[in-house]
């Protein structure tokens, strides 16, 4: 079930970002928050606890939102747009270290 | 030969109500400021602009405030040409008469001759068990999902905390649709009662008021005042499921919902005053310490001003004023000529709004007591999970009162938000444990970035 319920402005064109590899249908404007919690009910799991998260503050201050590019750049899913062929990871990617020990 | 003279360097930090108006001052002035902004337009926090393909009009926007949010934001149009505005650009520190800034792919150091803090606010938050659980939001978070993305946070919604945020929001939310369960206001009806006569200081706003209340009622939401919030029940997996409370009269009680949108009113964001090195000073009517400013907006270091809500809470019309206002000095500082008469209205405006923010305060007081009353396996930190009894037991290890030595023990504040969103909450905890006034605990001490900055930013584009 969606956690987010839209309200109006629903008419904008409709666009699809992949979130851990599954297409997840948004709109136009739609910040990655406004789009994850469209389709399900939870961003990411808390690192620090047993439970998951959905973001806090929604302005860019808290930080409970974060998501992840796949190439490992992190995003605020609150104050990222939403675009057309994103690839969205809500886990932090694996960080590979050359071992040179 | 004319003297050739180098148009004075001036920054301002944020595009709200005091950074917009700041910034025209200055151009009036004849002077191009440099606007930085967090934000991907203008218009701050409180007038939110939506994204440019949304087709909500003004009055559904912004309520009684559309005529001011509309002149705001035709105002900053209007000035685009003639100001240097940096939009989705952090200042994340100031340091060597420096404004240091980071966009997503850029990083810049700047120098100034006058700097103008118009950096906002964010809720105000006091913890209750549960509040870590998906569907728990901030009350401008609430806010913001409605004014910017057109979306309720839940199918069933809970307002609770204090504050003259919650009941407009609450009555936005019912207003658009959405599912409004409850409003649950820590505040009892009598405090409101009392601070009469402060409130009357600027009547509109208070009849804004009234009306709001009067609206949740007719349209069906139960309003209770003089709650105690006891628990977010919830499931670490699909989130908020009810709020339990004690109502004014002693009874518990059980709200089911999806989601909870919580907040005190608001609490300045000061940490770019700190590292500038402003000084602060205890404010005994918000329990918070704050940076001093004259009644012009002068902080206690030359060429840094403060403005607006991100020096102390008075709120929007308030802080176009006060951003008028300090970038008058700062323009009069640097020799330019202003109008003296103009800035004595202003100091005039600002004194009202100031009457009426105690109003406030009296009347949607801040539940103090409820920060040492949190049960120990409460979530206090939210970032990191550390809860009121590990902040307890660290104390009674390590002897701590401190707020910064507590953290460095405890964690408590140096989790992402870096205690924005405990750190006032954990100061009263402390206080209270320690039986010292809320004073000596101290204040958490700004840190640069003030905020996480991403890795991949280079500087030389």
């Known amino acids: ?101 | 030969m004319a003297e050739q003279r180098m148009s004075p360097r001036v920054i301002i930090v944020g595009a709200g109500p005091a950074g917009t108006r700041a910034a025209q001052a200055c151009v009036q002035a004849g002077v191009r400021p440099i606007l930085l902004d967090e934000g991907r337009r203008d218009g701050g926090q409180i007038y939110r602009r939506q994204p440019d393909n949304f087709t909500r009009p003004y009055a559904k926007l912004y309520g009684s405030e559309a005529g001011r949010a509309q002149a705001l934001h035709e105002t900053f149009n209007g000035l685009k040409s003639a100001i240097d505005y940096r939009p989705e650009t952090l200042v994340w520190n100031i340091a060597g008469g420096q404004v240091w800034t980071a966009s997503a792919t850029y990083a810049d150091a700047i120098p100034f001759d006058a700097l103008l803090l118009c950096t906002g606010a964010t809720d105000r938050l006091m913890p209750v068990k549960g509040w870590q659980f998906a569907g728990s939001y901030s009350l401008g978070g609430s806010q913001v999902a409605l004014k910017s993305q057109a979306v309720s946070i839940g199918h069933n919604v809970v307002f609770m905390g204090s504050g003259p945020l919650l009941y407009l929001v609450a009555s936005q939310y019912v207003e658009a649709g959405a599912n409004v369960v409850a409003v649950l206001d820590t505040a009892p009806y009598s405090a409101r009662i009392k601070a009469l006569p402060d409130l009357l200081a600027v009547p509109s706003v208070l009849w804004n008021g009234v009306t709001l209340t009067m609206k949740l009622k007719r349209a069906g939401v139960a309003v209770h005042n003089g709650v105690t919030p006891l628990e977010i029940i919830g499931n670490a997996d699909s989130g908020v499921s009810a709020v339990r409370f004690r109502t004014g009269a002693g009874t518990e009680q059980d709200i089911v919902c999806d989601a909870v949108a919580m907040g005190h009113h608001l609490r300045p964001e000061t940490q770019l005053a700190d590292l500038a090195r402003c000084a602060f000073a205890f404010d005994p009517g918000t329990r918070q310490w704050l940076p001093e400013r004259d009644s012009d907006g002068r902080s206690s270091v030359a060429g840094v001003y403060l403005a607006g809500d991100g020096a102390k809470i008075l709120g929007a019309r308030s802080a176009e004023a006060s951003g008028r206002l300090a970038a008058l000095a700062a323009l009069a500082d640097l020799g330019l000529p202003v109008d003296k008469g103009e800035m004595t209205s202003l100091r005039g405006d600002v004194g009202t709004y100031a009457k009426f923010a105690r109003g406030l305060a009296k009347a949607f007081p801040w539940p103090s007591h409820q920060a040492s009353q949190l049960p120990d396996d409460a979530i206090l930190c939210r970032c990191e999970g550390v809860t009121a009894g590990d902040l307890r037991g660290i104390m009674r290890q390590t002897g701590a009162k401190e707020a910064n030595r507590a953290k460095a023990f405890s964690r408590v504040g140096m989790g992402r938000c870096q205690g924005r969103y405990c750190g006032l909450a954990a100061a009263e905890l402390i206080a209270a444990e320690a039986d010292i006034p809320i004073e000596q605990v101290g204040r958490l001490r700004g840190q640069a970035p003030v905020k996480p900055l991403t890795i991949a930013i280079g500087d030389d584009q």
């Open chain 1, 1 to 101: 079930m969606s956690r987010f319920v839209r309200l109006g402005e629903t008419d904008r064109p409709a666009i699809t970002v992949h979130v851990d590899g599954a297409p997840v249908g948004a709109l136009e404007g739609d910040t990655l928050m406004v789009a994850l919690l469209n389709q399900g009910s939870v961003l990411r799991q808390s690192e620090f606890g047993p439970e998951k998260r959905a973001g806090f503050c929604l302005m860019g201050a808290c930080q409970d939102c974060w998501v992840w590019t796949e190439s490992g750049d992190r995003l605020r899913a609150c104050s990222t747009l939403a675009a057309s062929g994103q690839r969205i990871l809500t886990s932090q990617p694996e960080a590979s270290w050359p071992n040179n020990a």
